[in-house]
């Protein structure tokens, strides 16, 4: 499978940006897709996942409210609408796809199962 994130950028705190990754290579819809991020000198992190089919999320405790990630199946795009961003949501976003379940999982997986990183995009936020 082949990811490529995109829409980062400058923006002052309190802005908003949207991010999208296309996918190619697989059957994107049997798939659920999470996106991460990475600052510099700190570990990738969990962002934020949705299911397959688009009904099931997941938050990290810090986006939750202003964060929402969704898909379009048709597109083979997954999306990151970020708001209300802060200084410390600068980093490289990272989409990713379900990579231990298999296709047609139910629900959204486990944090740990994503993988199949694909190229990032800058996010910075200034203050």
């Known amino acids: 499978v082949q990811l490529q994130a995109s829409g980062g950028g400058l923006v002052q705190a309190g802005g908003s940006l949207r991010l999208s990754c296309a996918a190619s290579?697989?059957?994107?819809?049997?798939?659920?897709m999470g996106w991460f991020r990475q600052a510099p000198g700190k570990e990738r992190e969990f962002v934020a996942a949705?299911?397959?089919?688009?009904?099931?999320?997941d938050y990290a405790d810090f986006v939750k409210g202003r964060f929402t990630i969704s898909r379009d199946n048709g597109k083979n795009t997954v999306y990151l609408q970020m708001n209300n961003l802060k200084p410390e949501d600068t980093a490289v976003y990272y989409c990713?796809?379900?990579?231990?379940?298999?296709?047609?999982?139910?629900?959204?997986?486990?944090?740990?199962?994503?993988?199949?990183w694909g190229q990032g995009t800058q996010v910075t936020v200034s203050s």
């Open positions: 290579g697989r059957t994107f819809a049997a798939y659920a």
């Open positions: 990713a796809t379900d990579n231990t379940g298999g296709p047609w999982r139910v629900g959204v997986p486990p944090r740990d199962d994503f993988g199949s």
């Open positions: 949705i299911s397959r089919s688009g009904g099931g999320t």
